[in-house]
């Protein structure tokens, strides 16, 4: 009833998992991941313990290969499971339950593993494959993984239809504020066109919380923390934080931030600021 692909991003700074399903909010049971030890996706009749189970035998050192054997070896349920992984080095590996509904299969590459049950056929995980390695590697992986998922949908995907997708990644210091590793967390719970829906999504966090390459980082020079103060009381704030924080652009503000998107969105907002 869902397809997945777990993922590395090819600088191995970034694990991720993205899936769709015709399943209420299929993002609340499949994908798990942590920075630094790697990804999995549990599905079919999902056990939901193997994400916890999994990333700590991926944490004790054990590839994904052999994360795999252990959940399956220990679940008297395997027979029903399917399960993708991918470790801290970017191996991959699927497994499926030869009692899962037809279709299920998956497939593994470089980096990634792609795998789906009750799909109109293989050439959804087929699809995905390909659309994966098609994918520019300097993309983010969110990029990349979400791209495969389309790919997959359009070749078919569950056979029962579409409700629900989410999509997980995790880097080292990438979440809110840099407290942890979530870069990117968005689920589209119920919706029609769940996939399109959750790049929509994708697109707003992008402009929200960007990943600003060190080349476009500005410093915060006492100068420029100065004129950007006086804008933003101009338009009624205490100062700068204040007015980043009332326009959820947090990500934008500290050390080494990005200026050119506020400062341009400070200037549309005081017209008369060069008079």
Request: glycine share 12%; with cysteine.
């Amino acid at each position: 009833m869902t397809f997945s692909i777990v993922a590395r991003s090819a600088d191995g700074e970034s694990w991720g998992v993205a899936v769709a399903s015709k399943f209420l909010a299929v993002g609340s049971a499949v994908p798990a991941a942590v920075a630094g030890v790697g990804a999995i996706a549990t599905q079919a009749w999902a056990n939901v313990a193997y994400k916890g189970l999994a990333l700590a035998h991926l944490d004790e050192g054990a590839t994904a290969s052999i994360a795999v054997q252990r959940l399956v070896e220990e679940d008297e349920g395997r027979e029903h499971r399917q399960v993708g992984i991918v470790d801290v080095d970017g191996g991959a590996a699927t497994y499926t339950g030869p009692a899962c509904l037809d279709w299920a299969g998956g497939l593994t590459g470089d980096g990634f593993a792609v795998q789906g049950n009750i799909l109109t056929g293989p050439e959804v995980v087929e699809a995905m494959r390909d659309a994966f390695e098609a994918s520019d590697p300097e993309l983010p992986l969110a990029r990349r993984l979400l791209a495969a998922l389309a790919a997959g949908d359009a070749a078919g995907g569950d056979s029962r239809g579409r409700q629900s997708a989410a999509l997980l990644v995790v880097k080292e210091g990438a979440g809110y504020g840099g407290f942890d590793d979530v870069a990117v967390d968005l689920r589209i719970d119920d919706h029609e066109e769940p996939i399109p829906e959750l790049e929509r999504l994708l697109g707003l966090h992008e402009a929200l919380s960007p990943d600003v390459p060190e080349e476009e980082r500005v410093p915060d020079t006492p100068e420029l923390m100065d004129e950007l103060d006086a804008r933003a009381r101009s338009l009624g704030h205490l100062h700068f934080a204040a007015w980043l924080g009332t326009n959820n652009l947090e990500a934008y503000g500290g050390e080494g931030w990005t200026a050119a998107t506020v400062i341009e969105q400070l200037r549309e907002a005081t017209p008369d600021w060069e008079k």
